[in-house]
């Protein structure tokens, strides 16, 4: 029930008209004039502007393409990267000339080459600590054959903190590797993520680096990446991974793409060496967008850890969907579902029973749009729900989670 509050509450307070907006629903003349205000400020160079135009006016029509396509320009020309790709990508479905779908295109695979600095941030408040509701604490011990009854102590402390995420990205052309088809661009990113708080023990900090060449092609990008970073929990060194990253993505004038990444790291435990090893993941899948507005997807992904810890050494395998809708209102509503097992290599030899898993999950993100406060902020609310059902009850449970907070919008 917390969950639907908390959503239901956000909608009442962000499900606004923007100023100025209110009349255009009624009067096409009204939302043609603020179109060519928005045209103007994107030929004067003011971004800012003419993306809160053209998002209010979005807000009350989501389908006029033509504005999404604006948009998707404005946030080029701002440099806002990742969104103009969101909208160029859904323009694909909309109904436009072929000419102009073409020219879409180009222009992804122009963000995908894009070279200078890029910022992206960003924070929310969300509760920290023993968010787990486990089935049971009872367990059987294995003693000698016997089972032992026992009570596992769990701590129930929590707290309220700050979940965050932070990247600073340089790209630069890499003009002797690069051909007429192809194009090559390095980079350099550091990135940070984690909760934080006033209590110590409740911070958990991710700080990494990542570097490498991007190959661009017109319909397709290449990602190669060597990656470094290290764990902080409760201020104490946790963990160091040194890997490597692969990805790409291929897309068409259909508004369909097909992407994948691997990825594989050495695990360096700070606490307990026995829990240093490997790990592996994988995910491929294909996405879509329709209506010239919304967009979904299916994937399956895997994962393998080797330790010298049996209970720390398993596969993953699952399905994931997910979409973008833009409800309307200035509502961008992110939904995703998955269900995967996880299959240990061995069965722990202190307890009774199975430890495999099966797992099912949704995560729901709301986003409104046209809504921009301070210098290029929105705000988002976030609820993930996960259920993992164990061989042995004792590490069955389900959890839920919200986070409120602001991402940059430009």
């Known amino acids: 029930m917390t969950f639907l509050r908390l959503i239901v509450v956000f909608f009442l307070t962000f499900c606004v008209v923007p100023s100025g907006a209110n009349a255009s629903t009624t009067d096409p003349a009204a939302t043609d004039a603020r179109f060519k205000s928005g045209l103007a400020a994107t030929s004067r160079g003011d971004y800012s502007t003419a993306i809160a135009i053209y998002l209010s006016i979005l807000a009350e029509d989501p389908n006029l393409t033509r504005v999404r396509l604006e948009l998707a320009l404005a946030y080029f020309l701002s440099e806002q990267w990742n969104r103009s790709r969101s909208e160029f990508f859904k323009v694909l479905s909309g109904d436009i000339p072929e000419p102009v779908r073409q020219k879409v295109l180009t222009f992804i695979a122009e963000i995908d080459a894009r070279r200078g600095f890029e910022l992206d941030f960003e924070f929310g408040l969300k509760k920290l600590g023993s968010t787990r509701n486990y ?7 294995d003693f000698f054959g016997i089972p032992i009854p026992a009570t596992l102590d769990r701590s129930s402390k929590t707290t309220y903190g700050v979940g965050y995420s932070v990247s ?31 209590e110590k023990s409740f911070r958990d900090v991710t700080l990494g680096a990542r570097g490498g060449a991007r190959l661009v092609f017109p319909r397709t990008t290449v990602v190669f990446s060597p990656v470094v970073s290290t764990r902080f929990i409760a201020d104490e060194h946790f963990e160091d991974r040194l890997g490597l990253e692969t990805a790409f993505e291929t897309r068409n004038s259909q508004a369909v793409s097909v992407f994948g990444s691997i990825s594989g790291f050495k695990l360096n435990n700070k606490f307990d060496d026995t829990f240093s090893g490997h790990t592996v993941n994988a995910r491929f899948g294909v996405r879509r967008s329709f209506l010239g507005r919304n967009t979904v997807g299916i994937a399956i992904f895997a994962e393998t850890k080797s330790t010298d810890r049996d209970i720390d050494t ?26 995967a097992v996880k299959s240990f290599s ?17 995560r729901l993100r709301i986003e409104k749009r046209d809504t921009i406060l301070g ?24 959890e839920t989670t919200i986070e409120v907070g602001l991402t940059n919008e430009f």
Do not use: C, M
């Open 135 to 141: 089935d049971t604490d009872q367990i059987e011990l």
């Open 168 to 198: 600073a990205l340089w790209r630069k052309s890499l003009n002797r590797l690069s051909t007429k088809d192809r194009r090559v661009i390095g980079f350099a990113e550091v990135f940070s993520f984690g909760d934080i708080s006033d």
């Open 314 to 339: 398993y596969d993953i395998a699952g399905l994931e969907v997910f979409g973008s809708f833009d409800a309307g209102a200035g509502f961008v509503i992110e939904p995703q579902v998955y269900f």
């Open 346 to 362: 061995e069965t722990n030899p202190l307890f009774f029973g199975n430890p495999d898993e099966d797992q099912y999950g949704l």
């Open 375 to 398: 210098n290029g902020l929105i705000p988002y609310v976030e609820g993930n729900y996960n259920r993992v059902k164990s061989g042995i009850d004792a590490f069955s449970y389900h």
